[in-house]
């Protein structure tokens, strides 16, 4: 595993042998010593939007000279194939009417962050075609789960939420109750990209969701029933986050008939026990 640890929670992990480099760092990462390697799995990134509204230009620069060392490695390596860690909001804005997105959904980013998702994207897509390498970008829709950092309150649509109630039965929704996510468990994630490395055949982007729609009110309502202050619950509405997205969800036939990846954590039981995990770890 590569990772320069500037942003990670965690400083190991199980089963792994973790390689600290800097990943913008042509020179370093072409001095990285690995054998061989199968599949290649590229998730180092900007981590949210509104981080990358803070740095617009480094996001996309970053991005992508981080995104062309790392497939470099992968072809230095002969790996067969290369998974790279896209993002739902590549779409964009979508309409009602397009929903749920399938893959063929026309790509209008509308923040810093996913406009550097789709330069990636691209990337891989050209520089793999060119080389032999195959490949997936996998859009990954709202990912939650344990082992989620509760710190962090411009990242993970869930964990936010689960965060505000744990301190107290009130939240504050940046936009209407009825804007909608679909919400995957992490769980379901790490198969998808298992099935996505050993089993499967097809190049190009999938998305990786749960196939399902939430509300807003839903995930609120849902989190503060598990957490037992549902008659407290008091929900402020305010100014919505520039370049958010009103209501996505995911069409997730096309990974499933690539893998057979079908969702073992349906929205509202994931949310339930993800918010029983956040609170029996004192999170």
């Known amino acids: 595993m590569l990772d320069s640890s500037v942003t990670s929670v965690v400083e190991r992990v199980p089963g792994a042998t973790l390689v600290q480099v800097d990943l913008k760092d042509a020179n370093s990462v072409a001095a990285v010593s690995i054998s061989s390697a199968d599949c290649l799995m590229h998730l180092a990134a900007a981590e949210s939007g509104p981080s990358s509204a803070r740095n617009p230009v480094g996001t996309v620069a970053d991005g992508y000279r981080v995104a062309y060392n790392v497939l470099e490695l992968g072809a230095r390596l002969g790996v067969e194939r290369i998974l790279h860690a896209s993002s739902m909001t590549v779409y964009g804005n979508v309409t009602i009417e397009q929903n749920p997105v399938t893959e063929d959904t026309p790509c209008l980013p509308m923040s810093h962050y996913a406009i550097a998702k789709l330069a990636c994207e691209r990337l891989v897509h050209i520089f793999c075609s060119d080389r032999g390498i195959s490949f997936n970008n996998l859009r990954m829709f709202n990912v939650y789960g344990p082992g989620q950092d509760l710190t962090r309150m411009d990242q993970g649509l869930v964990s936010i939420f689960v965060a ?3 301190k107290s ?3 504050v929704s940046r936009g209407p109750l009825e804007r909608f996510r679909d919400v995957v468990h992490i769980d379901d994630v790490v198969t998808a990209w298992m099935l996505c490395a050993t089993q499967n055949e097809t ?3 999938f998305n990786v969701g749960s196939g399902e729609a939430m509300t807003i009110r839903q995930l609120s309502s849902a989190i503060a029933d598990e957490l037992g202050v549902s008659d407290q619950l008091t929900v402020e509405v305010a100014e919505g986050t520039p370049g958010d997205i009103f209501g996505i969800a995911a069409d997730i036939s096309t990974l499933h008939s690539a893998t057979g990846f079908t969702p073992s954590f349906p929205p ?10 956040a609170m ?3 999170r």
Do not use: H, Y
């Open 203 to 205: 190049d190009g982007p």
């Open 280 to 282: 029996e770890s004192g």
């Open 164 to 166: 505000m109630l744990l």
């Open 268 to 277: 509202l039981r994931g949310v339930r026990q993800f918010t029983r995990w």
């Open 169 to 171: 039965p009130r939240i």
